[in-house]
């Protein structure tokens, strides 16, 4: 199985920055995809950013221009780098990793705060 651990979240304030990483260990050969999600407070968990085995990157239109995702595969990490974060930015944010058979389940961590304050 793979492990996926999420750091760096935190407090922030609205314009600032925060960049979290999302260590996966185990089986790691067997990730493709990886992205980080996110779920506030009265909301459904949505896609934030992902990154394919190849560096090809997709984000929400919400987060495009100030986030950027990044990809480690010696480290088997991902990272997000959040720049001009906005009070709505606040949320628990996930980590997620597609398996190479994509007919399994996603691995998922279990999740870190952010917290942007205006």
């Known amino acids: 199985q793979v492990q996926l651990v999420e750091s760096g979240g935190g407090l922030a304030q609205a314009g600032g920055s925060l960049r979290l990483s999302c260590a996966a260990s185990?089986?790691?050969?067997?990730?493709?995809?990886m992205g980080w999600y996110r779920q506030a407070p009265g909301k459904q968990r949505e896609l934030v950013a992902a990154?394919?085995?190849?560096?090809?990157?997709n984000y929400a239109d919400s987060v495009k221009g100030r986030f950027t995702i990044s990809r480690d595969n010696r480290k088997n990490t991902v990272y997000l780098q959040m720049n001009s974060l906005k009070p709505e930015d606040t949320a628990v944010y996930y980590c997620?990793?597609?398996?190479?058979?994509?007919?399994?389940?996603?691995?998922w961590g279990q999740g870190t705060q952010v917290t942007v304050s205006s």
């Open positions: 997620n990793a597609e398996q190479v058979d994509p007919w399994l389940p996603d691995y």
């Open positions: 185990g089986s790691t050969f067997s990730i493709n995809d």
């Open positions: 990154i394919s085995s190849g560096g090809y990157t």
